[in-house]
């Protein structure tokens, strides 16, 4: 451990648990640990991987028939150009939402917008995504598909 609190830069007394002058929680030393063995029948299970063929598609609003293919990082979803999912209307907040793998799916979450994210006409702050669900924010309604059509 250093002589210095890493917040506040004082020194530190020995063996101190909590800097005096900042009040920051000394974690002490990183443990040791011995790794797992594996042989050669161990499996080692992988995390889902979301669909490779999942899209939201533009179909109401401005911008219709636009499609948005789902990769394997998560996109941001807004009126600001900055966004990776620009849907360009005032009835959407400039960072209005999020939507990343979860799983074998997508999750989509509410980037604590004024007129929230809508799925199937319920109001959400985050939730995972089914094949033929429409999510609508703003004036835009989007439907999320998987498949060879999405």
Not at 11 to 19: E, K, Q, R, S
Not at 54 to 80: D, H, N, Y
Not at 87 to 113: C, F, K, Q, W
Request: hydrophobic share 35%; proline share 8%; glycine share 8%.
């Amino acid at each position: 451990m250093s002589d210095n609190c890493p917040i506040c830069s004082n020194p530190l007394p020995t063996g101190a648990a909590v800097c005096p002058t900042c009040g920051f929680k000394l974690l002490g030393s990183t443990q040791s640990f011995a790794p797992l063995e594996f042989s050669g029948r161990d499996v080692v299970c992988s995390a889902p991987k979301p669909p490779a063929n999942a899209s939201l598609r533009i179909v109401r609003g401005p911008q219709i028939e636009t499609v948005f293919k789902l990769g394997e990082t998560e996109l941001t979803i807004g009126r600001s150009p900055r966004c990776d999912i620009f849907l360009n209307d005032m009835t959407v907040s400039r960072e209005h939402a999020a939507i990343a793998p979860d799983g074998a799916g997508y999750r989509i979450s509410d980037a604590n917008s004024y007129n929230g994210v809508w799925i199937n006409n319920e109001s959400i702050e985050s939730a995972v995504l089914a094949d033929g669900d429409i999510v609508q924010i703003g004036v835009f309604c989007l439907l999320y598909q998987v498949g060879p059509e999405a």
